[in-house]
């Protein structure tokens, strides 16, 4: 009988390696729950979220990640919150799209060319495919860390999608304010 983890177990290892990463950051029982069940159910490679707070931390002890430069929401009732991407293999397929929608024309024209000239176009395959993970390099994109600064203390506070939506997202919010009433004030 295969042994399994549960969720208990996964936060002490989620808390373990968030000690590793935080300098003065803060994480919420949520956001630390929401990571333990993940690893624990293999939903997500939590270690890519570890590579981004350690990069939100301190970026001069970490290498960048690739994702997209954290920034403010801008819209309520997010707004004043920050979100930061953070990226794994599953999301290439959307960046490449991204990539193929906006950069990639000429490289379908050439394509269809090669295409209808009864050539395989593999060297389009290849820029399409490489050059827009290299060319994205910076920009990509995937789910999101929601979470708060206040007086240089980052407050982690909730795992977000962008299929959610951002009501759900600020229910978790509030329910963190329980625990860091500081963020509701913030700017």
Known sequence: MPMTMEVEEGRQHIEGWLGVKLRTGRCSRLFVTQLAYAYVNRLIHVHCVFDEIGYIEDPSCHRPTGTKPATRFQNEPLRGLWHKHWF???FLK?????FAIKAAGPIFERMFDAINRGEYPAQCVHELVFGGHESWEG???GEWIVFAEV???????????HTE???AVFERVKACAVEFPEIMVQS
């Open 88 to 90: 794994e293999a599953r």
């Open 94 to 98: 959307k960046n490449l799209e991204n």
């Open 139 to 141: 920009r990509r994109t």
């Open 151 to 161: 007086d240089d203390v980052k407050y982690y506070l909730t795992l977000g999608t």
């Open 165 to 167: 939506g951002d009501a």
